[in-house]
């Protein structure tokens, strides 16, 4: 059976409304960030996994990128495609592979794969040159405030409750791990609020 996904994520406003008050006023600068680091790389196409919200595509599609995004939220996917974007209800656990895209981008959501990290990270590699991945290494939830209850509240995005969370002792950690296993460099981009942004390559790759 399918599992309740919290109320943030059965709409795209509701949850941009949440996300601003867990980022105090600063979700979509969340984005620019990422976006910053797109126009440097310039490439003609993009792959986003969970992609939930919508900004990263309208930046493509007024910059000609083509952009495809993969989600498991009905809500997000019926979203996205009344605005005409290239989208596809995907689980990202059940298939084999990805398609092939410059850039592979996750914003957000590692933190709900960490128990088969090696295989998504293994997809994301033989998908796209370079990953670029935004992931938050401080925990709100354990807040005892309005930010904690959200941060609590919107675990499910539709796989289940997810209590596991990195900070940045654990994600550095596992990319270390993971980086020996794979053979891939990373590169810290940035930090912003509680996020911290990546760059991955394939070693010996340009």
Known sequence: MRNQVSVIYRNVFL????????YTGGYKTRFYKVIKLIKEIKPADILELCFGDIIIAEFCNENNIKWTGFDLNEHFIFK??????????VDLSAV??????????????????????NSLLS???????TIIIS???KNLSDRKNIIGLIARKSANAGKGEVPFRYNEVTFLKMLNEESRKLSFQYK???????DIIIAIEKNGKN
């Open 135 to 137: 992931e938050p290494i």
């Open 15 to 22: 949850y941009r409304f949440a996300m601003n008050l867990l």
């Open 80 to 89: 996205a495609k009344c605005k005409k974007f290239n989208v596809k209800m």
């Open 96 to 117: 084999s592979s990805f398609q092939k895209s410059e850039i592979c981008l996750m914003i957000g959501s590692l933190y709900h794969f960490h128990d088969e990290i």
């Open 123 to 129: 997809k994301m590699l033989s998908s796209s040159k």
């Open 188 to 194: 810290i981009i940035d930090y912003y609020k509680k």
